[in-house]
């Protein structure tokens, strides 16, 4: 095995390396290095001298978190609405990215999305109104799952003197039993099975 490279004294990204570690199991060397931050980490020489090891991770947290709201829920939901539209390896792409939705340019910023939505409210989630429109602040809102399941594709919308809405909310608003209208609708028109 070569003789590793001295690094001690020199300066890659915000860390100046300070001292040799132990090193690794596969024989690398490892360097203990002092970041601009304050912070110390331990860094193979190889991954210094290609540039992948910058900082103590500082830097990382600090690309990730600029707002200071990566660990609340609202961003966790602007992050998940950004894989579903632009990750195909994502489970949800093919019914987002896949069939076409995408993310307005403007929310591609979390800050802009959380300025134009604003705090997520207790048990409610982004929601599309228009089910085949893009994620923009024309077509999406906070709403709450039970909306959101309404709002379903593959829901059956029923229309009925001039209004439209899926069986559950028919249901609900004329205070039947969603599986007793399924079943009527079953047997008869919907015209006569809302006509009680």
């Known amino acids: 095995m070569r003789k590793p490279i001295n690094l001690i004294g020199q300066r890659f990204g ?3 390396v300070v001292s040799r570690a132990e090193d690794s199991k596969g024989g690398f060397s ?3 290095c002092l970041c ?3 912070g110390t980490t331990i860094a193979f ?3 210094l001298r290609r540039g992948n090891t910058k900082s103590c991770g500082c830097l990382k947290m600090e690309m990730c978190t600029t707002h200071g709201m990566a660990r609340i829920l ?3 939901i602007w992050a998940n609405m950004l894989q579903r539209c632009a990750n195909s390896n994502n ?3 093919k019914n ?3 069939r076409g939705i995408t993310v307005c340019d403007r929310w591609l910023d979390f800050e802009n999305f959380y300025t134009d939505m604003g705090e997520r409210p207790k048990r409610f989630s982004v929601e599309r109104k228009d089910n085949n429109g893009n994620y923009c602040p024309e077509n999406c809102c906070w709403e709450t799952m039970k909306t959101q399941a309404r709002n379903r594709r593959r829901n059956r919308i029923i229309k009925y003197d001039g209004k439209e809405q899926c069986l559950a909310a028919w249901a609900e608003e ?3 039993n969603y599986a007793t209208l399924w079943n009527r609708l079953q047997r008869h028109t919907p015209q006569i099975a809302f006509n009680m």
């Open 14 to 16: 915000s860390l100046v």
């Open 30 to 32: 490892r360097w203990n």
């Open 36 to 38: 601009d931050c304050g």
């Open 45 to 47: 020489g190889g991954n």
């Open 74 to 76: 609202t961003y966790k």
């Open 91 to 93: 489970h949800s792409y």
């Open 96 to 98: 987002y990215g896949g």
């Open 174 to 176: 004329l205070c039947i």
